[in-house]
């Protein structure tokens, strides 16, 4: 199954940075699908709200690596998440032509 990293404890999860979403919502129902491992902040904060999707065993082992999605700030955004995962995820499927929009790279610490 592919994890889910989710930045929430800084202003990713605030309704200050993106008040028309329903943060605790979106963490329920991406929990419904996968893993998900709350992070403090991932230090990417102009990209609220991140998701980072991290391949499955079979996945990471096909040479699927994490994709972070900035700005998953639609509601939409959360079922193409699942339906990616339920084909497969990262090294399994090729990440839908919506996802894309969101894909960015993690800036070098």
């Known amino acids: 199954m592919s994890r889910l990293t989710v930045c929430r404890d800084c202003c990713c999860g605030s309704t200050g940075k993106v008040p028309a979403l329903d943060h605790a919502e979106q963490l329920r129902r991406l929990s419904e699908i ?61 990440i839908p032509d919506i996802l894309t929009l969101y894909v960015f790279t993690k800036p070098r610490s």
């Open 34 to 94: 996968a893993d998900v491992r709350v992070s403090d902040c991932l230090d990417v904060c102009e990209q609220a709200n991140v998701v980072v999707v991290r391949p499955s065993p079979a996945g990471r082992a096909a040479g699927g690596r994490p994709v972070w999605l900035g700005l998953v700030n639609h509601p939409d955004a959360v079922e193409d998440i699942a339906a990616w995962i339920r084909a497969g995820g990262p090294g399994l499927a090729p």
